[in-house]
């Protein structure tokens, strides 16, 4: 007989608003942390070990934030907002202070992207004024290294993600769209590798593995797709798995390459073996939508934890398939 699905360790309440995004930073041996963005502009600071909110950050005008991410240290937070907003947060030293930032152009609800290129060095890809266009820009100069625009008919940028191969090459970046395609763009070129029509839907949400060359999209309908980079740098279609129920909001293959969440419309957690997509369970507890997943970053694979955010306010933290 199958084992029925765990609850969550603890739900986190207070958030006030839905939650948008989460971020986590685990690093020992300081108390780990749980960074929310709220739609009601808020960055919540839980930490995990007292189960509160340590601090309330509001930097984006009451403008959802929909994206977040630490510069190496929790003493730097960035920030995405629908203000059209990116800002960078100084939290050293009990600070809660906006110490730079810049305007995207974009109202859209396409999260950036970051990648570190060299110690203190990163490339925030990020969506732009124009609806299908991604700009690429250094952190912490702001200096604009490209801009990449797609044919009008792919429709609005939905996600974006860079990373640099093992190959040497530059960085690479992937991008979902409107029209249900994801392109591969090389960033050095400044021109796209591969295209492929995944999706009758927009893509709502993709992650990539970079190691294995392989990645996982969802959208408005009742499947999960995943797919490939083959050595030619092509995309290609690997496999599917069909949902009850229609609506993917958020995907995140943890760090280990060992499982896959997906954050669902019908108020539902899924998790899938990544190496086949095997569905491994189903995990219920919130009300309404759930809009992230995020798998913490602690070094002990036993402390690890997956966190949810959804529509109802509430995030869940779940132990899941945590053998070291």
């Given at each position: 007989m199958a084992h029925p699905p765990p609850a969550p360790q603890f739900t986190l309440r207070g958030s006030g608003a839905q939650v948008n995004t989460l971020h986590f930073c685990c690093k020992d041996p300081d108390p780990p942390l749980l960074f929310s963005g709220s739609s009601k502009g808020a960055v919540h600071i839980?930490?995990?070990?007292?189960?509160?909110?340590?601090?309330?950050?509001?930097?984006?005008?009451?403008?959802?934030?929909?994206?977040?991410?630490?510069?190496?240290?929790?003493?730097?937070?960035?920030s995405q907002g629908r203000d059209m907003q990116v800002c960078t947060w100084d939290l050293s030293g009990g600070r809660c202070s906006v110490t730079d930032s810049f305007l995207t152009g974009s109202v859209g609800f396409c999260q950036c992207s970051l990648l570190e290129t060299q110690p203190g060095r990163w490339l925030l890809a990020h969506p732009a004024a124009a609806m299908e266009e991604v700009s690429i820009v250094d952190v912490p100069s702001k200096t604009l290294v490209c801009s990449l625009k797609a044919d009008a008919n792919r429709g609005m940028l939905m996600c974006v993600k860079l990373w640099q191969p093992d190959s040497g090459q530059g960085p690479l970046l992937l991008a979902g769209y409107e029209d249900g395609s994801l392109t591969l763009w090389d960033v050095s070129q400044r021109k796209p590798l591969s295209r492929l029509a995944a999706h009758p839907q927009p893509v709502m949400c993709f992650d990539f593995d970079p190691v294995k060359l392989r990645g996982i999209s969802g959208s408005s309908e009742r499947a999960v797709i995943s797919w490939t980079l083959d050595g030619q740098q092509s995309l290609q279609l690997q496999d599917s798995v069909q949902l009850v129920n229609a609506g993917v909001s958020h995907l995140r293959i943890r760090e280990d390459r060992k499982i896959v969440a997906s954050a669902g419309w019908d108020h539902r957690i899924r998790l899938f073996g990544w190496k086949r997509l095997k569905p491994l369970a189903v995990l219920q507890h919130h009300t309404d939508m759930v809009l992230c997943v995020a798998f913490s970053d602690h070094r002990d694979p036993c402390r690890r934890v997956m966190a949810a955010g959804s529509k109802d306010q509430r995030i869940s933290l779940w132990s899941v398939y945590n053998e070291g």
């Open positions: 839980w930490n995990l070990t007292t189960r509160r909110a340590e601090r309330v950050l509001e930097g984006h005008g009451g403008a959802s934030v929909i994206w977040l991410s630490t510069l190496n240290s929790r003493n730097t937070l960035i």
